[in-house]
């Protein structure tokens, strides 16, 4: 506030000098600090998850204190998100145990009368045609785990009980799980008109991925008479398996025996189903199945490793899956390098519907000048991703940072400097070269990046220039699939620019939440192409169980090198945590359906955090000791 030259104080409760206020701030950050540096090497990690589920702490008239997903006011701030919420929960008992059984609460009494929780909850509205996947009891497990309290095991358990009868009586086709929507009609869903339901999208919605492949034509939703999903679903009837042995367990320990062999045997039938009929012998890794005609349907994503959570593969099975899948650098590219690729970012194509502006970014002052993240109303908010038009240096390009992703040969090659101008009069970006020379009435912003005048490499794409006389916009493509538009939209080619950065081989932000070889890997749109944190955690679970099994704990540690170089790049940069990231180029600011400041990215650096054992074990709960 610059009111005064002087410090301005603001205190709750009793009126307080500003040395106090700032003796209290000191010792605050003092203690902060201490806990912090407990974590060593893996301090900025720890920092991360405290710092973005602290912010998004915030106290509810339904249900006292919790942190939410995030304070961006777009996601209804009275609203609670089913698996999200989960590892908010789950993640805060690394730092504040009562936030975290808090949090645990808030979510888990948020139960329906038909016995599931909800995939959004807000006091009595909430989303009553569907659930989402069922963590609630490995998050309490953890808790439990970590501070040796049975009381909330004790508080939960009705709850974690009935939403596991619900899964098994309203999901299932057979003995595998399926995704499904109820119908408005039901006298139980009478508010289901608000949220959506009964159809794929919705049904795709319990997932929790909302646009993945997975889910794509021809996979079909009976709208008529099962309201399911066509589609037995590994990942779902995996997280659904560890949930039945997770609460088998929760059984036996509060002494109920019945409960205890009937979700015993109840996982039983789950795994044998599984092995039965989700793994792919010719392709040696678990993949959904659709029901109507017993087909593959190989479009892959992190959820194949799944099974892993429950222990269903074998070690041989877990080998293989690892070397043909996660590994592969067409697929999930978890390779030999966690090297941090700073020396290629993409080329983000977005396109201003209201002005016909095409409009070409590479850093994150000009992603977060353009996206539309200033809410309804601004003029920027008819902007919308595009897609993505190939890799280029970024302009601290003379910054002597080189890893072994490109040699200093390769480095210094890059002689073109790419430039965003704009035209006020015509309301036109156009991203060209300073080599050429710009157009009257243009002024220059920024330098973009940096490219190739000769190509290298036949792999390097070519970056070009196209121009439409009646939208009075240029356009900068660097895929064929641009090119194709461009044409389409009646715009002409006007000059080739340069060339771009050779895809690089090794594999720097991983595993996607789709194969690299998927036709939808490159919308770089929210589930399809993008790296998500929360799935690299169910992963984690999954590879952790085969510790001892020597592929599988390189594969483990490379991904958890990965997360950590995903997670740090923004957070140390711009304190940044986002929902979701950019696997080519490491970024989250690069569209607008990525909240910067979304609790489950810290889940990058958490996992880590798990690997040096840092949790699921005893801990003081007072002093946060180990």
């Known amino acids: 506030l610059n009111i005064t030259k002087e410090p301005i104080g603001i205190t709750t409760g009793a009126k307080a000098s500003i040395a106090t206020i700032q003796a209290a701030i000191a010792a605050a950050k003092k203690e902060h600090d201490a806990l912090k540096f407990n974590y060593g090497k893996l301090s900025e990690e720890f920092n991360a998850a405290q710092t973005v589920l602290s912010w998004n702490t915030i106290w ?33 008992g690394i730092f504040d145990k009562n936030l975290a059984y808090s949090t645990l609460i808030a979510v888990t009494k948020g ?45 939960l358990y009705d709850d ?8 098994w009586n309203y999901r299932r086709i057979e003995d595998l799980i399926v995704l499904g929507s109820i119908p408005p009609t039901q006298p139980y869903c009478k508010k289901c008109a608000k949220w959506g339901s009964n159809d794929k999208q919705d049904a795709q919605y319990e997932s929790g991925m909302d646009n993945s492949p997975m889910y794509d034509n021809p996979v079909q939703f009976n709208n008529q008479t099962t309201h399911l999903m066509e589609l037995w679903d590994v990942g779902m009837t995996s997280i659904y398996l560890m949930d039945t042995q997770i609460l088998s367990n929760i059984s036996l320990l509060l002494g109920d025996k019945a409960n205890a062999t009937r979700l015993t045997q109840r996982a039983k039938v789950l795994e044998n189903a599984i092995k039965a009929n989700l793994w792919d012998e010719a392709s040696q890794i678990y993949v959904n199945k659709k029901t109507d005609d017993l087909l593959f349907y190989p479009r892959l994503s992190p959820t194949s490793f799944y099974p892993m959570m429950a222990g269903v593969p074998t070690a041989e099975q877990a080998i293989n899956m690892m070397k043909n899948h996660f590994e592969n650098e067409e697929e999930f590219c978890v390779g030999a390098s966690q090297a941090d690729n700073n020396l290629l970012w993409p080329i983000v194509n977005m396109y201003h519907w209201v002005n016909n502006d095409s409009i070409e970014c590479t850093t994150p002052a000009c992603l977060g000048t353009y996206l539309p993240n200033t809410g309804p109303g601004d003029p920027h908010d008819q902007t919308t991703f595009q897609r993505y038009e190939g890799l280029i240096i970024p302009p601290h390009k003379l910054q002597k940072n080189v890893d072994d992703a490109m040699t200093i040969l390769e480095f210094e090659a890059a002689d073109v400097s790419l430039s965003l101008y704009f035209s006020e009069d015509l309301y036109d970006h156009i991203l060209t070269t300073t080599t050429r020379k710009p157009l009257k009435g243009y002024t220059f912003v920024s330098n973009e990046g940096w490219c190739y005048s000769k190509q290298v490499d036949k792999t390097q794409p070519l970056i070009d220039l196209w121009y439409s006389e009646t939208a009075k ?46 036709e939808s890997y490159t919308d770089m749109n929210y589930w399809r192409g993008r790296t998500w944190a929360p799935l690299l955690q169910l992963t984690y679970w999954g590879l952790a169980n085969y510790k001892g099994v020597a592929e599988v704990d390189v594969a483990r540690k490379r991904m958890v090198a990965m997360g950590k170089g995903l997670l740090l790049k923004e957070f140390s940069t711009f304190g940044h945590v986002h929902e979701n990231y950019n696997s080519i180029g490491g970024i989250g600011g690069d569209t607008y359906f990525s909240d910067p400041f979304y609790h489950w990215g810290a889940l990058l650096g958490f996992i880590g955090l798990e690997e040096a054992g840092y949790y699921g074990h005893p801990v003081n709960a007072t002093t946060m000791e180990f």
């Open 473 to 518: 916009d240029h356009m900068t493509c660097g895929t064929d699939r641009c090119r194709a538009f461009a044409a389409q939209s009646h715009y002409k080619h006007k000059q080739n620019l340069c060339y771009g950065a050779k895809p690089s081989p090794q594999c720097f932000y991983g595993p996607p939440a789709v194969t690299r070889d998927d």
């Open 60 to 92: 509810k008239p339904q249900t006292g204190i919790l942190s939410l997903v995030s304070r961006d006011p777009s996601w209804g701030p009275e609203n609670i998100f089913v698996w999200d919420t989960y590892f908010a929960a789950y993640q805060s």
């Open 111 to 155: 139960r329906t009368l038909d016995g599931f929780i909800p995939n959004v909850c807000s006091g009595i509205d909430k989303t009553r045609d569907r659930s989402q996947p069922p963590i609630g009891t490995r998050a309490a497990f953890e808790l439990y785990k970590h501070f040796g309290e049975k009381w909330i095991l004790e508080f």
């Open 160 to 167: 974690f009980l009935q939403w596991n009868e619900w899964w």
